[in-house]
């Protein structure tokens, strides 16, 4: 008999548009499941995240009344999972236990059952998770048959189910066909029939189709075919009318009927795709040609990275993740309670894995998801917070000196009852991340523009206005001129960034990245002078001697910046000393980097004998930044040229506002001035 396994998992990122998730139940969601329920000789698996199962109680609760019927009649096996979908490998072990637990526990009280399989999100593997998984009281996984193809598993071996092992704990993990995940739904129905039908003779075997439930309505062009054309009716027909040897089972009855096939010890891991994702643009690019023409024989065993790479590959990504660790570290400590609990739930929600890395989607790209991550980091902290103030501790400001991005160099954090202040001292002493603690927001969670491997394929997209089908192979810009809007940023775009630059340079040269950096300062190491804390405020002092180009005469600087923070804002007083023995004129910019709500609120523009800028924002509230010796004020939108489902597509990831001074030093003169911000 052979064994069809078909598992649907349904997902949407913490922090999604509302609008986003009723397209999905109206065109995927739902119609698959009234579909399944009219054919109920067809077992299926479904595995849908917390972050669906809460949004199904709000709106559609009637729809988890069907998950449940199908449960009982043993029509549908429920798997479970890390409920918020993280990157389980990469999580302190607490919350890995208490995501899975959340999400089994749910499950139970919901449904009235005990699952005994659990999704991971984008299938990323790492060999720990063997023991992680049986802890949990879960008894198998699903993985690519690439990972098993890396073991050196042939597609003939892969007809059941195998054992994987940590520290004397086991699970089961099924793996996925590949070539089943390419045929549903895209393939007529009857190509599915056929590719099984050659494993009649073989004996028993048990073959695996899961894949994202969203590709069952919700991608481009399949509403129409899978249920418009009728694709998925006569999939379940064609499986009945071979039900002589042909039959879809749940996970569990396999596992009851069939022994495992033995250990197998898999690498860390994820699909192809996703590796190739992981690594650096060049690299990516080399593997990709390189996969291209392999032979057969070889493209088993080719792989990029791994999850952990995004980490390194984005410091935005780092960052998030970086802050992760430090919030729950301070949720751990609380003791049980109510408190803890909504810390852990924000905490949890944070680690959605769809905010942390880039592939054929916007991810990290799609600022609204990286905000929700950092939101609810900060709803976790003032979690934490109102417990020390319910058990009698004061308020205050704190300091701390560690290595915050894992560079070998410290970083200096500041936290106040309004906010959050993280400085990096050996790059430029910029101010990197500034959460507003009454907003629930970081306003410093700009993306900087940097290469990505598809840019090589931008010139050659098409544009398409959305009619009509995407043909085979074809790549698709969603606007015109996309390829002149490409620009890469040499360093990254935070506050408090000290530029030099050429007399001549424009608003359009920096923009651009396209003009010459005079001074040493962007990037180099400020020294930590001084950081003074009280009630009520803190103080950081960042004081570097570097050197400016004047034509071909390198002149000596010193800049010195004061920084105090005070309620959620902060004010930064410089001084500016020419340590030359001779007059010299210098074009000065201070840059300092936020992200709105959209480009709108802060466009591009320039202004002359600037003091005062305000930015009204109606989501994250209204920003004004304001200098005491007027300046030019220059403003732009950081915007990268992205790829989403829907082909290439500008995205807006923050805004740079630069405050420039022509100024001119005597001998061992100096500049001073101050810049204040507040929300």
């Excluded at 069952?216 to 064609?238: I, K, M, N, Q």
């Excluded at 927001?441 to 010139?459: G, M, T, W």
């Excluded at 800028?613 to 304001?626: A, I, Q, R, V």
Aim: proline share 4%; glycine share 8%; charged share 25%.
């Amino acid at each position: 008999m052979i064994e069809l396994i078909f598992c649907v998992h349904n997902h949407q990122p913490v922090g999604n548009f509302d609008h986003v998730l009723d397209e999905a139940y109206d065109k995927a969601y739902y119609p698959f499941v009234e579909a399944l329920m009219r054919f109920p000789e067809i077992k299926a698996n479904l595995h849908f995240t917390g972050i669906l199962y809460d949004w199904f109680e709000k709106t559609h609760p009637e729809y988890l009344e069907m998950l449940a019927r199908m449960a009982h009649s043993g029509q549908a096996e429920l798997l479970s999972g890390a409920y918020y979908e993280p990157p389980l490998a990469v999580l302190p072990e607490k919350d890995r236990q208490g995501q899975i637990l959340k999400m089994n526990s749910y499950i139970r009280r919901t449904f009235g059952v005990q699952p005994r399989g659990m999704w991971l999100a984008e299938r990323i593997w790492e060999p720990a998770l063997a023991a992680e998984i049986d802890k949990a009281g879960i008894d198998y996984t699903v993985l690519d048959d690439l990972h098993f193809f890396y073991n050196g598993k042939r597609e003939n071996d892969l007809t059941g189910y195998f054992t994987a092992e940590y520290e004397g704990r086991h699970t089961a993990v099924f793996p996925i066909s590949k070539k089943l995940r390419y045929l549903i739904p895209f393939k007529d129905p009857q190509e599915t029939i056929d590719y099984l039908k050659q494993f009649r003779n073989c004996g028993d075997a048990v073959f695996v189709m899961a894949d994202d439930g969203e590709k069952f309505g919700l991608w481009p062009e399949t509403h129409s075919a899978v249920y418009g054309d009728g694709w998925l009716e006569r999939f379940f027909s064609l499986l009945i009318e071979n039900s002589d040897w042909l039959r879809t089972s749940l996970f569990s009855e396999v596992m009851d009927r069939y022994p495992s096939k033995g250990l197998c010890y898999l690498p860390a891991s994820s699909y192809f795709e996703f590796t190739q994702w992981a690594l650096l643009p060049d690299a990516a690019v080399d593997l990709h040609e390189f996969y291209k023409t392999a032979g057969e024989n070889l493209k088993p065993f080719l792989r990029g990275g791994q999850f952990r790479d995004f980490i390194a590959k984005y410091p935005e990504v780092n960052r998030m993740y970086r802050k992760g660790l430090l919030v729950s570290e301070k949720v751990h400590a609380m003791p049980d309670g109510p408190l803890k609990d909504k810390a852990l739930d924000y905490l949890w929600q944070a680690q959605c894995n769809c905010g942390y890395w880039h592939g054929v989607f916007g991810g990290l790209y799609l600022a609204h998801l990286r905000g929700a991550n950092h939101a609810n980091l900060i709803r976790a902290e003032k979690a934490v917070d109102e417990y020390h103030r319910q058990s009698g501790k004061k308020e205050v400001f704190t300091k701390k000196g560690i290595d915050f991005d894992g560079d070998g160099q410290s970083e200096v954090l500041i936290e106040g009852p309004g906010g959050s202040w993280y400085f990096n001292p050996a790059k430029g002493g910029c101010l990197f991340q500034w959460d507003v603690k009454k907003r629930e927001f970081n306003l410093i969670n700009n993306i900087s523009r940097r290469k990505e491997a598809y840019h090589a394929d931008v010139a050659k997209a098409v544009v398409r206005d959305g009619s009509g089908p995407v043909l085979p192979g074809q790549i698709v810009a969603r606007e015109p001129g996309l390829s002149e809007k490409i620009f890469y940023d040499w360093h990254d775009r935070n506050c408090l960034l000290d530029h030099f630059l050429l007399p001549s340079t424009s608003l359009g040269d920096f923009k651009k990245a396209r003009y010459g950096e005079q001074g040493d300062f962007v990037v180099e190491k400020y020294t930590v002078q001084d950081c003074g804390l009280h009630e009520k405020s803190a103080g950081l002092a960042l004081k570097r001697k570097g050197n400016v180009w004047c034509g071909d005469r390198r002149v000596p600087v010193t800049v010195e910046k004061n920084i105090i923070m005070c309620g959620g804002g902060w004010k930064a007083e410089y001084r500016i000393h020419n340590n030359s023995g001779r007059r010299e004129a210098f074009k000065f910019g201070l840059e300092t980097a936020f992200l709105f709500s959209d480009r709108n609120v802060c466009g591009e523009f320039e202004k002359s004998n600037a003091s005062e800028l305000e930015f009204k924002d109606n989501y994250y509230g209204n920003l004004k930044l304001t200098v005491d010796k007027p300046c030019t004020a220059w403003g732009f939108p950081l915007e990268t040229v992205s790829q989403s489902e829907g082909g290439f597509e500008m995205c807006y990831q923050g805004s740079v506002v630069m405050f420039v001074y022509d100024i001119e030093l005597p001998a061992d003169g100096e500049f001073r001035f101050a810049l204040k911000a507040d929300v």
